[in-house]
């Protein structure tokens, strides 16, 4: 594989099995889409074999050495870079996982058109030499603090999402929740839609999208619960509806009814990320500790 400020490439070395396909095929059942192919031959890639040019119908032999060069990334010039620190958890050739913050917005909006993850990134790569656009996988509210995946070019970012529709790439977090819970683990299956008197709150809708939520009390304290949560589906402001739809809206969660006297956003973190490695197809697994918000919560409780 080669990477660097102007192309992302990829490299391959053709086996005996894989012998007697059209390049088409071969790079079909690598994961590169159609849609790639098509980019590659009319926006300036290229595919090469023994470093010569060939189009999609060669039909390959044993020991050939296959390159494809994807061509350059339009990069969006209206998203500004920002010098903002990002807190990185892990970051190679072809991915970034980082924390992200409470109040900070995973990409611009016209509410907050600056101070976002997007905005970090556009900075990180300025200063890296990573001509890519920012192409995010994993998205958090404005108000969710915790792990966020990114991938660093088109072909990655391809990949995961396929591994998203697979629901291979499962995230955990932990919430609190008002109340405590007449069971310790439960499964919220209840379809949620857009509410008709906003363009922001969702709500559970017979006719809206399936929406399956497991939980699982940690511990129960005096006013709260503190509660593990995965997703088998990822609508927006899922976990903050169906915990409402239950009578147990999270702390701090004012468009869904949560209490705010002991915190201001709400309680929710995205704790633990699981995925496979889009390239290298090795498993990886991060964890986010609790920010010190939701930690100082805990710790008055136990005071």
């Given at each position: 594989m080669i990477n660097n400020m102007n192309h992302y490439s990829l490299k391959w070395t053709i086996e005996k099995t894989d012998a007697g396909q059209i390049i088409k095929e071969f790079l079909n059942a690598q994961g590169i889409s159609r849609r790639a192919l098509t980019d590659i031959k009319f926006t300036g890639g290229s595919i090469k074999v023994n470093g010569q040019e060939q189009n999609v119908r060669y039909l390959l032999k044993e020991y050939d050495v296959v390159v494809i060069d994807f061509p350059p990334e339009e990069i969006n010039e209206k998203m500004k870079g920002e010098n903002i620190p990002l807190s990185i958890c892990y970051e190679d050739r072809d991915i970034i996982v980082l924390e992200k913050p409470a109040y900070m917005s995973t990409i611009p909006s016209r509410e907050h058109p600056t101070g976002s993850l997007a905005n970090a990134l556009v900075y990180y790569y300025e200063q890296t030499g990573n001509s890519s656009a920012i192409h995010i996988v994993t998205r958090l509210d404005r108000n969710t603090s915790g792990l966020v995946l990114i991938a660093k070019h088109r072909h990655a970012h391809h990949l995961l999402?396929?591994?998203?529709?697979?629901?291979?790439?499962?995230?955990?977090?932990?919430?609190?929740?008002?109340?405590?819970?007449?069971?310790?683990?439960?499964?919220?299956?209840?379809?949620?839609?857009?509410?008709?008197?906003?363009?922001?709150?969702?709500?559970?809708?017979?006719?809206?999208?399936?929406?399956?939520?497991?939980?699982?009390?940690?511990?129960?304290y005096h006013d709260f619960s503190h509660i593990r949560l995965d997703l088998e589906t990822g609508r927006t402001h899922q976990i903050r509806v169906h915990m409402a739809y239950l009578g147990h809206p999270l702390l701090g969660d004012d468009l869904y009814g949560g209490n705010e006297k002991v915190i201001q956003r709400q309680a929710l973190h995205c704790k633990e990320l699981h995925f496979e490695h889009p390239i290298k197809g090795s498993k990886l697994s991060f964890t986010a500790s609790l920010p010190l918000d939701m930690e100082t919560i805990i710790k008055k409780e136990n005071e």
């Open positions: 999402s396929m591994q998203q529709q697979r629901g291979k790439i499962r995230r955990y977090y932990e919430a609190f929740a008002e109340n405590a819970f007449d069971v310790m683990k439960g499964c919220v299956d209840a379809p949620i839609g857009r509410k008709p008197s906003s363009i922001i709150e969702r709500e559970v809708r017979k006719d809206g999208q399936k929406a399956v939520t497991h939980f699982e009390v940690i511990r129960t």
